[in-house]
C-alpha cells in the first residue's frame, strides 16, 4: 500500500508544468533517470532512527539591478519540510545565504516555527572553510548528530565551478559555495545521506543524472548543468513540490496522517504572502514579489498539494 501512495506522489509532482524540458525525451529524461529517488529518500528518513535534517535553500534571483532577492521556489518548501516533520520527532533545521535569511525567519514566525528549529547562515565564499566544515557547521546548536543533508533548490557548479541560472547567466558571486557542504558530507565517516530537490538542471544533486541526459532535455543543460551530485534526487515540476511530496512520503512510511493544516490551501497562500511582502522573496521567472512560484499563479501552483491532501487524509480530518 505504501509503494503505491509513493508511487502516487512522484506522478503528482512529475509535471513539467513550466515547460523547461524536464522530459523533452519521453524514454531519456530527468524525470526517469532516478526514478526510484523519492521513494528511497523517503525510506531513508522514514527508517532513521533519530533522523536530523540540515536543509539547504534559497537561489538569489539576478536581473541585473541591486540589490538582488530570493525566489519563492525553495523557502516555502524548507519550512513545509519543518512543519510536517517536526511534530513526527524528526528534527529539521534551516541553512540559508544571509540574504535568505530574513524571509525564512518571517515564515518561522508565521508558522508559529520560531524555537521549533534553528537556521543557520552560510559563510562568505573567501571564509575559512575547511575550518568551517570540521567545526562548526552544524545548524543545531546542541550540536546533535545529523543523519541527512538537503538541497532544495540551490544552485550548483558546473564543471567550471560557476553557478548559472536558467537563463546561462553566471551568479556564483551572488551566492554562497553550498556545495561545499555536500562534498564534505560525502567524505565523512560515516557519510550523511544526501538529497537534492531541483527542477531545472541546475541545482545540486542534479550531478547524479548523466550531463549527455541534461543536455538532451534541458535548454542551455551544456552550460548550466550542476556536476555536485546528491544520494538520492527528487526531480519535480516545481522545487517545492518535491518538498511536499518528500514530507508526505515519510510521513505515510511511519503509519503517520499530517494534519489538515498543512493542506490548507488559504493558509499556504497566506503564508507565501507574508513572506513574499515582508521578506521579501520573488517568483524565480517574473521576479516580480508576487504570490507566485515559478511562473504560475497560486491557483495552478498548488494544484499538486491539494491533490496530496487528496490522497492522503490527514490526521484530523
Same mark, same amino acid.
Given at each position: 500500500?505504501?509503494?503505491?501512495?509513493?508511487?502516487?506522489?512522484?506522478?503528482?509532482?512529475?509535471?513539467?508544468?513550466?515547460?523547461?524540458?524536464?522530459?523533452?525525451?519521453?524514454?531519456?529524461?530527468?524525470?526517469?533517470?532516478?526514478?526510484?529517488?523519492?521513494?528511497?529518500?523517503?525510506?531513508?528518513?522514514?527508517?532513521? =532512527?533519530?533522523?536530523?535534517?540540515?536543509?539547504?535553500?534559497?537561489?538569489?534571483?539576478?536581473?541585473?539591478?541591486?540589490?538582488?532577492?530570493?525566489?519563492?521556489?525553495?523557502?516555502?518548501?524548507?519550512?513545509?519540510?519543518?512543519?510536517?516533520?517536526?511534530?513526527?520527532?524528526?528534527?529539521?533545521?534551516?541553512?540559508?545565504?544571509?540574504?535568505?535569511?530574513?524571509?525564512?525567519?518571517?515564515?518561522?514566525?508565521?508558522?508559529?516555527?520560531?524555537?521549533?528549529?534553528?537556521?543557520?547562515?552560510?559563510?562568505?565564499?573567501?571564509?575559512?572553510?575547511?575550518?568551517?566544515?570540521?567545526?562548526?557547521?552544524? =545548524?543545531?546548536?546542541?550540536?546533535?548528530?545529523?543523519?541527512?543533508?538537503?538541497?532544495?533548490?540551490?544552485?550548483?557548479?558546473? =564543471?567550471?565551478?560557476?553557478?548559472?541560472?536558467?537563463?546561462?547567466?553566471?551568479?556564483?558571486?551572488?551566492?554562497?559555495?553550498?556545495?561545499?557542504?555536500?562534498?564534505?558530507?560525502?567524505?565523512?565517516?560515516?557519510?550523511?545521506?544526501?538529497?537534492?530537490?531541483?527542477?531545472?538542471?541546475?541545482?545540486?544533486?542534479?550531478?547524479?543524472? =548523466?550531463?549527455?541526459?541534461?543536455?538532451?532535455?534541458?535548454?542551455?543543460?551544456?552550460?548550466?548543468?550542476?556536476? %555536485?551530485?546528491?544520494?538520492?534526487?527528487? %526531480?519535480?515540476? %516545481?522545487?517545492?513540490?518535491?518538498?511536499?511530496?518528500?514530507?508526505?512520503?515519510?510521513?505515510?512510511?511511519?503509519?503517520?496522517?499530517?494534519?489538515?493544516?498543512?493542506?490548507?490551501?488559504?493558509?499556504?497562500?497566506?503564508?507565501?504572502?507574508?513572506?513574499?511582502?515582508?521578506?521579501?522573496?520573488?517568483?524565480?521567472?517574473?521576479?516580480?514579489?508576487?504570490?507566485? %512560484?515559478?511562473?504560475?499563479?497560486?491557483?495552478?501552483?498548488?494544484?499538486?498539494?491539494?491533490?496530496?491532501?487528496?490522497?492522503?487524509?490527514?490526521?484530523?480530518?
Amino acid at each position: 500500500m505504501s509503494d503505491a501512495l509513493l508511487d502516487k506522489l512522484r506522478e503528482i509532482i512529475q509535471q513539467d508544468v513550466g515547460n523547461r524540458g524536464l522530459a523533452r525525451d519521453p524514454v531519456d529524461n530527468l524525470f526517469t533517470a532516478c526514478r526510484d529517488d523519492l521513494a528511497d529518500a523517503c525510506r531513508s528518513i522514514a527508517e532513521a =532512527p533519530h533522523a536530523a535534517l540540515a536543509v539547504v535553500t534559497g537561489f538569489p534571483i539576478v536581473t541585473g539591478d541591486l540589490p538582488f532577492y530570493n525566489e519563492t521556489d525553495g523557502p516555502l518548501g524548507a519550512l513545509f519540510l519543518a512543519r510536517a516533520l517536526i511534530p513526527l520527532g524528526i528534527k529539521v533545521a534551516l541553512i540559508c545565504d544571509p540574504s535568505c535569511r530574513r524571509p525564512l525567519e518571517i515564515g518561522f514566525d508565521a508558522c508559529e516555527l520560531r524555537g521549533a528549529t534553528d537556521v543557520a547562515t552560510l559563510p562568505a565564499r573567501n571564509h575559512a572553510w575547511a575550518a568551517f566544515l570540521d567545526r562548526d557547521w552544524s =545548524p543545531y546548536r546542541t550540536k546533535i548528530p545529523m543523519t541527512h543533508l538537503i538541497a532544495l533548490e540551490r544552485v550548483g557548479p558546473g =564543471p567550471d565551478d560557476r553557478c548559472r541560472n536558467m537563463r546561462g547567466r553566471d551568479i556564483t558571486d551572488e551566492t554562497n559555495p553550498a556545495h561545499l557542504l555536500f562534498e564534505h558530507a560525502a567524505r565523512r565517516t560515516p557519510p550523511l545521506c544526501t538529497i537534492g530537490i531541483g527542477d531545472g538542471g541546475n541545482e545540486i544533486g542534479m550531478g547524479k543524472i =548523466p550531463l549527455d541526459t541534461i543536455c538532451r532535455n534541458i535548454p542551455n543543460g551544456e552550460i548550466i548543468a550542476c556536476r %555536485v551530485p546528491t544520494d538520492r534526487l527528487i %526531480v519535480a515540476g %516545481v522545487s517545492n513540490w518535491g518538498a511536499y511530496a518528500l514530507a508526505a512520503g515519510v510521513a505515510i512510511l511511519r503509519g503517520r496522517r499530517l494534519p489538515s493544516a498543512l493542506f490548507d490551501i488559504e493558509r499556504e497562500r497566506e503564508l507565501l504572502r507574508v513572506m513574499v511582502e515582508e521578506g521579501p522573496l520573488v517568483d524565480g521567472i517574473t521576479t516580480r514579489p508576487t504570490v507566485s %512560484v515559478d511562473g504560475l499563479s497560486f491557483e495552478d501552483y498548488i494544484q499538486p498539494l491539494r491533490r496530496m491532501g487528496e490522497l492522503l487524509g490527514s490526521e484530523d480530518g
